[in-house]
């Protein structure tokens, strides 16, 4: 049915169509309901899920469970309660670095009570000595955070979705978007194949499936990372993955945190992934030490919405480093289209940023 000049305007305004969104451009009226509806659906997308496959341990209480640890990580990084995070949820189209507290900071509804306390004991309530059981639960609970992350980026995107279909009523956009929301699925549904390992190994208490490399760093670091990674091209430019692939994308985690006066740098992968991502930590770890951060110092703002930075080393950079690191972080596409085209073997190149600095 057409849609006349002074019926009521289909975006809820109130307004006749005249007097509204009539004679916009669709990008126009999407962008507008994107940001109408931004913390609307953000609310809607939320899930609140215990992902322990024990589901007769549960409790009934969804807690806000920490990515990285908030009371042996986040306290050492915070000052005055607050840290630096570039975790890529707060923000729509551009990356950015945004204050927050600490107890906030990289939280998700992921499990219940009773799991988030007796689950991860080996890390929260002892030392890390790089014990198998505790490079597993590092391990996993950086996958469950990104699994989790996933879920909610569908909700959204379907929300987000229909909205505009109600204004637009015109199915081409749609068709347009139908490549994006493959690449959802895809990536849910290789999650789901990870996830189905994953809780095997804590159901069988078997956690030999993971492998580590772990890089001891001997002052304490001012920054944090939890990061899921799907590596397109090893150190000598040979490729991993092919992000174009219909085919299961293989996984590497990455976990950089401070341990009292040492820091760690822990590389996992799983067992069936360890031809590409053995021979490529391998390559890591067999560069010198200042390479091994200059090639983080150049990764991690690409990876960033995995960094938690200390309010102490993100003001001794200052605004001009601040803004250079930002605007590294939001060039991905370009890089990665440019690594598509000449290959991506590792060369030095400074910045001007230094994660690796030990105040």
């Given amino acids: 049915m057409k849609l006349g000049r002074n019926s009521p305007c289909p975006c809820g305004s109130g307004k006749k169509h005249k007097k509204c969104c009539l004679g916009k451009s669709k ?3 999407v962008f507008e309901n994107i940001l109408k509806n931004q913390s609307t659906v953000k609310k809607e997308s939320r899930i609140k899920q215990c992902l322990h496959p024990n589901k007769s341990e549960c409790t009934s209480k969804i807690i806000h469970a920490h990515a ?36 906030i900071a990289t939280v998700f509804t992921g499990f219940c009570q009773y799991h988030d306390k007796v689950l991860f004991q080996d ?22 955070w990104h699994y989790h992350k996933k879920q909610e980026q569908i909700n959204n995107e379907r929300i987000t979705q229909k909205n505009i279909m109600d204004i637009l009523n015109d199915n081409s956009y749609m068709r347009e978007l139908s490549p994006y929301n493959k690449a959802l699925y895809l990536a849910q549904r290789d999650n789901d194949i990870k996830k189905k390992m994953f809780d095997n190994c804590l159901l069988t208490e078997d956690y030999n499936k993971i492998k580590s490399s772990v890089w001891e760093i001997p002052y304490g670091l001012q920054f944090a990372v939890s990061a899921m990674l799907e590596i397109e091209f090893d150190l000598e430019g040979r490729k991993i993955n092919d992000i174009h692939s219909k085919n299961c994308i293989s996984s590497i985690y990455l976990n950089i945190f401070p341990n009292d006066e040492k820091s760690f740098c822990v590389w996992s992968w799983q067992s069936e992934d360890d031809k590409p991502y053995c021979d490529y930590v391998k390559q890591f770890m067999n560069l010198p030490i200042k390479e091994r951060e200059n090639y983080l110092n150049n990764k991690l703002p690409r990876w960033s919405d995995a960094i938690i930075i200390s309010p102490r080393l993100w003001e001794k950079w200052g605004a001009d480093i601040q803004q250079s690191l930002i605007a590294h972080a939001n060039f991905e596409a370009l890089y990665r289209a440019m690594e598509e085209e000449n290959g991506s073997s590792y060369s030095y190149s400074d910045t001007p940023w230094d994660f690796f600095e030990n105040l």
């Fill in 27 to 29: 990008q126009e009226l």
């Fill in 68 to 103: 990285i640890q908030n009371n042996r990580i986040l306290n050492k990084i915070a000052v005055n309660g607050l840290v630096q995070t570039m975790d890529g949820v707060s923000n729509l189209f551009f990356q950015s670095a945004q204050s927050k507290g600490r107890k």
């Fill in 123 to 144: 890390i929260e309530d002892r030392e890390f000595l790089c014990e198998t059981k505790q490079l597993f639960l590092f391990t996993y609970r950086t996958f469950a």
